[in-house]
């Protein structure tokens, strides 16, 4: 089934209006493109919970802090909707840049507290970036629920506080995190992998894979950290963002997981940028 493609706001409401009018649940995926087997599952997912998925394509230009950075990220449309083919979703809504941001847009969504650590600390301005355009894309297509993957756990707790706040009806859905038969977490970013740098890859998972069993024994964290850093660095990657165990409650700095947590690691492989996040079970020993 070839997947209707809509671009612009017009056509979008006039689909969505019918369909609320008729009673069904819109689900909503919302991606920048590069579809991969992680996208896919939050397609499924939307499937088998609503009447009617939209997949949105938005390489959105407010959540990039480097020009070099936004024109490089893979766009790969055609394929995309070859992928949602087998998914009979109801459209694929692919705007430009002014059906988002029009002439004069001049508001900015900004959610406190949880965007000035981990990705938010080195990336300014991007968390910001995020909740405009899901606010956005969140009115714009009226779903009542919306679906993001695990992978980027601080997004899915920053939409969700937006969503809250702003009092959108929607539902957000957290959806596990897809990975590589090596462990390597799927993002649109591993396309820009040369090969040498994608056997080294999987060596992210793996470091904080062992942090995880070892707070699982009562180890302390700090040591942990520092030789995990060690192991990145000795095994190619060219730096470490932060490699950091926090609250899933509201992402604080924890030394050991005595609540729910999670192990949050971003990384630099040639020239590419890794981010992942495990669940860490509760130790209460």
């Known amino acids: ?4 493609v ?3 706001l017009t056509a979008l409401r006039a689909a969505t209006r019918s369909w609320h ?4 649940t819109i689900g909503v995926v919302p991606t920048m493109g590069a579809l991969h087997d992680g996208h896919l ?10 009447d009617r998925v939209i997949v949105t394509i938005f390489v959105n230009p407010k959540q990039f802090n480097q020009s070099s950075d936004l024109d490089n990220y893979p766009r790969t449309e055609a394929e995309d909707a070859r992928k949602l083919e087998r998914f009979a979703v109801d459209a694929l809504y692919v705007p430009e840049v002014d059906q988002i941001y029009p002439e004069g847009f001049a508001t900015n969504v900004s959610v406190g507290g ?5 990705c938010g600390a080195h990336r300014p301005g991007h968390f910001d970036g995020v909740a405009t355009v899901v606010a956005k894309l969140f009115t714009q297509t009226a779903a009542d629920k919306a679906f993001f ?38 993002s649109s970013r591993n396309l820009l992998l040369s090969d040498r740098a994608r056997t080294k890859a999987p060596r992210l998972a793996m470091e904080m894979e062992a942090v995880v069993r070892e707070l699982g024994q009562g180890a302390a964290f700090q040591a942990l ?5 060690a192991g990145l660095e000795a095994a190619g990657f060219t730096g470490v ?18 609540e729910p947590a999670r192990l949050f690691a971003a990384a630099w492989l040639a020239g590419v940028r890794l981010i992942d996040n495990i669940d860490v079970p509760v130790f209460s020993g």
């Open 241 to 258: 963002d932060y490699f950091e165990l926090r609250s899933c409650a509201d992402l604080r700095l924890l030394e050991r997981p005595a």
């Open 6 to 8: 809509l671009r612009t």
């Open 21 to 24: 009018m008729s009673g069904e």
């Open 149 to 186: 993957g695990e992978k980027d756990f601080q997004q899915l707790m920053v939409v969700r506080r937006m969503a809250r706040d702003l009092d959108i009806p929607v539902d957000v859905i957290g959806c596990p995190t897809i990975r590589e038969e090596d462990g390597l977490a799927m």
């Open 225 to 229: 950290q520092s030789r995990a850093i």
């Open 1 to 4: 089934m070839t997947t209707p």
């Open 114 to 118: 949880m965007t000035d650590v981990l």
């Open 41 to 50: 599952s939050l397609v499924a997912a939307a499937k088998a919970a609503c």
